[in-house]
């Protein structure tokens, strides 16, 4: 089940990469481009560019790069599927599937559904009957879950085994049914193996309390990953999900607070302890989805991580989620916990009341917001107040308009010691395309401007010119390094011609030649579209120019080795004419 190549160009042509990573990494405008430090290395100096016209990125001192998606997929470190999810999620479209090169309808969601049900129904009875589910009973019990906990949450046992669900569905149809809701895996020469085996189950339900996914933890130490969750399926979006927000509502009509944590036996462990509002990712950051989920339920979300340097990276990027969707009314709190401790172990410790406590103490988002941005520079000089206020800039300005923002600004005001006008001020000063472009490293060797790499060059940055083109035959006949690369991106070109940069690139991912697109994508031509439209016709006439000398020195050697047909004396002739044309 494949994301339709036509529908990843829509979304990168839809998409602005300037608006995408600058919700993460605040940008500066620089001439046509923008910059900022690089989120991806420490540094001082900005060398990450990012292209609205070429729609990627490229950072001159790490060299990370790539599209839309790709800043998705390093940054949040989401799957590619995720970061399609995630594009598609912010444009408000569907994210359609194909198998055997046709999109699949949504009538075989239901079918996919039926056999999840069937699934879970399975893994439930494996925990009560197969002989291997002793040490999955034992281990729950170790971490002191209950029989009607277990019950609640539909708690179920993977026997070991390779086969054991593909042995229950021996119909071919069935099996991709199977494979296709992410329950089996498919092989070479049609051939399935079970997804989930001698794990603990943990059915992951929607809204409608139907199971549309599995996460699976491991029983023995040697086996990886620890904790293993079904793909993205049709009916599965890990961006869009959170596991056990179905069970807080089957037992809270009203609840007041949700808590967000980061896995499943922290939501089990805090219901155990009659803590049920707590609810998990399914190892993604929190999306606007999430959020937005959450905000439909109750007015007060508490995230808890762990007090480490990945718990504070989560953290900022729930608050940056956050900040353009609380409305007035909405609360949000941080919730960081002693180092080595999680939801589960410390609850056990403290017990209910003790980690309540710890969540109506959790640091208010206004709070969250200044301290977390405060801790590496001296707010008490006035060069450190004006960095914090250009630094929280594109944050704030992502506030709804209201008492909640107005709250917010008197607060950061009140911090930084400043008349709220003077704050205000601060923030609505532009940016103005004047801001110096720092200088980049000068030490990168210089590209080697062949005729084809200039060919090339040219068509990335002006996919339009690949219309000017009709004899692709002809160029794929020269024998020059790269030519068949331009012929490739020559025939997408004119298959889809509304590709642009970003998009073109993201096709060539995973191939060979996406390190070299990046390199000629990234130059700058001097001139406007005219004249390097004219150069482009140029380059082409130079390529058809080697192709009639190349075929003259084939014909040559024939001559002087065997001679010449009738019909290869007629071609020579033809060329010499051509090449001395050419050469006048």
């Known amino acids: 089940m494949r994301i339709p190549q036509t529908f990843i160009d829509e979304l990168l042509t839809r998409t602005d990469i300037v608006e995408i990573i600058d919700k993460h990494v605040p940008l500066k405008k620089a001439g046509k481009e923008y910059m900022a430090c690089c989120p991806f290395h420490n540094e001082k100096t900005p060398s990450f560019t990012v292209s609205p016209q070429k729609q990627f990125y490229h950072c001159f001192g790490c060299g990370a790069h790539g599209t839309a998606i790709g800043f998705l997929m390093d940054y949040e470190r989401m799957e590619f599927v995720e970061a399609v999810e995630e594009l598609a999620s912010m444009l408000g479209l569907n994210v359609p599937r194909e198998q055997g090169g046709e999109t699949q309808p949504d009538r075989d969601s239901p079918r996919l559904l039926e056999l999840l049900e069937q699934a879970n129904h399975y893994f439930q009875q494996q925990l009560r009957e197969h002989p291997a589910a002793q040490k999955a009973v034992d281990y ?203 939801p589960d172990s410390l609850v056990r410790s403290e017990g209910r009341q003790g980690f309540e406590a710890r969540i109506t103490q959790a640091m208010p988002l206004s709070e969250y917001l200044l301290h977390s941005h405060a801790r590496q520079i001296d707010t008490h000089s006035v ?3 004006a960095r914090f206020i250009a630094t929280l800039r594109p944050l704030l300005k992502q506030l709804r308009p209201g008492i909640f923002r107005e709250l917010v600004l008197r607060k950061t005001a009140e911090y930084l010691q400043l008349p709220l006008s003077a704050l205000e001020q601060g923030l609505d000063k532009p940016v103005t395309a004047e801001t110096p472009v720092p200088a980049r490293p000068t030490s ?47 025939e997408t070109l004119r298959s889809n011609p509304n590709l642009n940069i970003g998009a073109l690139l993201e096709r060539w991912r995973d191939k060979d030649n996406a390190k070299h697109l990046l390199t000629l994508a990234r130059q700058t031509l001097p001139g406007e579209k005219q004249g390097l439209s004219a150069e482009f016709s140029d380059v082409i006439k130079n390529l058809m120019a080697v192709k009639h000398e190349q075929r003259w020195q084939a014909l040559q050697q024939k001559l002087s080795r065997e001679g010449l047909s009738q019909a290869e004396k007629l071609e020579y002739q033809q060329l010499l004419d051509v090449m001395s044309q050419q050469n006048t």
Not at 464 to 472: P, W
């Open 140 to 342: 729950l019990k170790q971490r002191g879950v209950s029989g009607e906990i277990a019950k609640r949450f539909g708690l179920g046992f993977a026997p070991p085994g390779w086969n054991n669900l593909t042995q229950l569905h021996p119909d071919p149809e069935t099996r991709q049914r199977l494979a296709a809701a992410g329950l089996i895996v498919a092989r070479p020469g049609n051939e399935f193996y079970d997804r989930f085996r001698n794990r603990i189950i943990f059915p992951i339900r929607n809204r409608r309390g139907r199971v549309i996914g599995f996460g699976g933890r491991v029983l023995d130490a040697n086996d990886n990953p620890k904790y293993l969750n079904s793909p993205e399926t049709p009916v599965f979006h890990k961006g869009r999900e959170l596991y056990g927000l179905y069970e807080v509502r089957e037992q809270l009509r009203h609840p007041q607070r949700l808590l967000v944590v980061e896995g499943y036996m922290d939501v089990i462990a805090l219901a155990q302890f009659d803590i049920p509002y707590a609810v998990a990712t399914l190892g993604t950051a929190t999306s606007a989805d999430h959020l937005k989920a959450l905000f439909r339920l109750v007015k007060e979300v508490v995230f808890c991580f762990d007090g480490d340097a990945a718990g504070r990276r989560a953290a900022s990027k729930a608050l940056e989620t956050a900040l353009p969707l609380i409305e007035d009314g909405h609360q949000v709190g941080f919730l960081f916990l002693p180092e080595g401790q999680d």
């Open 444 to 490: 990168r060797q210089p590209v080697k401007k062949t005729p084809v790499r200039h060919a090339i060059t040219l068509l990335l940055h002006h996919p339009e010119f690949a219309q000017k083109i009709d004899d692709l035959e002809a160029l794929r006949e020269i024998d020059l390094p790269g030519i068949k690369l331009f012929v490739e991106l020559l």
């Open 383 to 385: 060069d450190g107040k």
